[in-house]
C-alpha cells in the first residue's frame, strides 16, 4: 500500500500562480509513476500531468505551457500552477502508479476567482 498526501491547495485570483505538492509513503519514482489529476463535481477525474519513471512528463492540452510538474525526490511530486484561470477551478489529486497498483491521495481545493 501507498498513502498520497497533498497539500498546497487554496484560493488564488485569476492570473495567480500555487504549487501543489505530493509526498507518497514510499519511494516510487523513478519505478513508477507520479502525478495529477483533477476533478469537477458530477465529472471525471482528467489527467493534468504526470511524471513517468522520473524522466518523461505527459501534459494535458489545456495546461501546457501554464503548469510544470517536476520531482526532487524519491517519493515527492510537485505541480507548479501560473496563470491560473477560473476553468482550472478542481479537486486536484495526486496519483501514483507502481508494480501494477494504483494509488489516490485525498484531493486538495484550487478555486480560482476574482
Known amino acids: 500500500q501507498v498513502q498520497l498526501v497533498e497539500s498546497g491547495g487554496g484560493f488564488v485570483r485569476p492570473g495567480g500562480s500555487l504549487r501543489l505538492s505530493c509526498t507518497a509513503s514510499r519511494s516510487i519514482i523513478p519505478s513508477g509513476t507520479m502525478g495529477w489529476f483533477r476533478q469537477l463535481p458530477g465529472k471525471d477525474r482528467d489527467m493534468v500531468a504526470l511524471?513517468?519513471?522520473?524522466?518523461?512528463t505527459n501534459i494535458d492540452e489545456s495546461v501546457k505551457g501554464r503548469f510544470t510538474i517536476s520531482s526532487d525526490t524519491s517519493d515527492t511530486v510537485y505541480l507548479q500552477m501560473e496563470s491560473l484561470k477560473p476553468e482550472d477551478t478542481a479537486v486536484y489529486y495526486c496519483y501514483a502508479d507502481l508494480a501494477g497498483g494504483i494509488y489516490w491521495g485525498q484531493g486538495t481545493q484550487v478555486t480560482v476567482s476574482s
Open positions: 511524471l513517468i519513471n522520473g524522466q518523461w
